[in-house]
């Protein structure tokens, strides 16, 4: 079954690949509880209270918690293309400070398939402004027990 907004694989690679993630899942009641949805274009989307408990600086979203929005965002737009990989490397670039008491909204997509790596970028935002972003690669979550016995 072709999927092509990834409507159906991002809800069911979600629940079986990581149901308890810290980012994406409700049932967690420690974590983010992000919900990502689809948009149009192959991407996904989420918003994020940014509440004051995740506070670093003062008046600052900490920036363990902005890079894992956006590590969420990219595993979550492979999910929706039919894929469940982790993250190799990540590189984020925080631009402005992510304020606490305000929504942010986190954006991620695909920017190239080479199976089995895929790379993929990502960016937070909010109010009407691009605060942080992020690159990444990812591997197929089948070939992590080449990787680890090779020391990748």
């Given amino acids: 079954m072709h999927d092509p907004e990834g409507k159906h694989a991002l809800p069911i690679l979600r629940r079986q690949s990581h149901p308890e993630c810290f980012a994406c899942t409700r049932t967690n009641g420690h974590g983010l509880g992000l919900e990502f949805h689809t948009a149009g274009d192959g991407a996904v989307e ?3 209270p940014c509440q004051p408990m995740f506070e670093g ?3 600052m979203l900490h920036g363990g918690i902005v890079c894992t929005l956006l590590d969420g ?3 979550n737009c492979l999910f929706a293309q039919g894929l469940a990989a ?3 490397d990540m ?4 631009r402005h400070p992510v304020a606490v008491s305000r929504p942010a909204a986190v954006r991620a997509w695909l920017e190239s398939d080479g199976s089995p790596v895929h790379r993929l970028a990502a960016e937070v935002r909010q109010d009407g402004r691009v605060v942080a972003t992020a690159t990444a690669r990812f591997v197929e979550k089948r070939l992590m027990a080449w990787f680890k016995k090779r020391g990748a």
């Fill in 86 to 88: 982790v993250t190799v």
């Fill in 57 to 59: 600086y003062p008046g």
């Fill in 91 to 94: 590189n984020v670039r925080f």
């Fill in 46 to 48: 989420a918003s994020f």
């Fill in 73 to 75: 965002a990219m595993t």
